[in-house]
T-cell receptor, first 115, second 116 residues
């Protein structure tokens, strides 16, 4: 079946522009995560959804970052007034359940470059 | 807080060599431990996991044992292949109060290159 998909795969933005990154999780997956991966580093947690509820947004680096999952399936990560330090790969992952040992399935990521 | 430390890379080996990638962790609760792999041009994939102390996770010839006494989860493979060339990430999830939703904390990753 289809895995997690993300779009666009690559995004170049000028500093100050707003961007929106989309994630399509595996159908039926309850949990959805966003991670940020800087070059040469491991992914870092941004936010978590259980269905449409955003239960944890402790990893969002500033109030310029906003995520939503209004119908409990597709999710969008929005970054307002992008800065150069926002350049990274943004990963989306989904899992069937809500327990710690449920496998997370990752999308290919969106590489954001802010000029 | 929670953190994962991996051995510094990159690691370069010849085919059929023995592989060890060290991973140690600190956790405020009781963690489950994972190894994820990222092949060139692909997304992160779960390689193996262990959910309690002394458990051994294994997959594709790779193994890792959850050592609570040394807070470690070292990845090993007896004979690597060229196709094992990838980036390997150690990660943990902490259960707090008996519940957790799976928020992963990753190490920085180790690049493995295997030559024929």
């Amino acid at each position: 079946g289809a895995g997690v998909s993300q779009s666009p795969r690559y995004k170049v933005a000028k500093r100050g522009q707003d961007v929106a990154l989309r994630c399509d999780p595996i159908s039926g997956h309850v949990s959805l995560f966003w991670y940020q991966q800087a070059l040469g580093q491991g992914p870092e947690f941004l936010t978590y959804f259980q269905n449409e509820a955003q239960l944890d947004k402790s990893g969002l680096p500033s109030d310029r970052f906003f995520a939503e999952r209004p119908e409990g399936s597709v999710s969008t990560l929005k970054i307002q007034r992008t800065q150069q330090e926002d350049s990274a790969v943004y990963l989306c992952a989904s899992s069937l359940g809500q327990m710690q040992y449920n496998e997370q399935f990752f999308g290919p990521g969106t590489r954001l470059t802010v000029l | 807080g929670n953190s994962v430390t991996q051995m510094e890379g990159p690691v370069t080996l010849s085919e059929e060599a023995f592989l060890t990638i060290n991973c140690t962790y600190t956790a405020t609760g009781y963690p489950s431990l994972f190894w994820y792999v990222q092949y060139p041009g692909e997304g992160l994939q779960l390689l193996l996991k262990a959910t309690k102390a002394d458990d051994k996770g294994s997959n594709k010839g790779f193994e890792a044992t959850y050592r609570k006494e040394t807070t470690s989860f070292h990845l090993e493979k007896g004979s690597v292949q060229v196709s094992d060339s990838a980036v390997y990430f150690c990660a943990l999830v902490v259960s707090i109060g008996g519940t957790s939703y799976g928020k992963l904390t990753f190490g920085q990753g180790t690049i493995l290159t295997v030559h024929p």
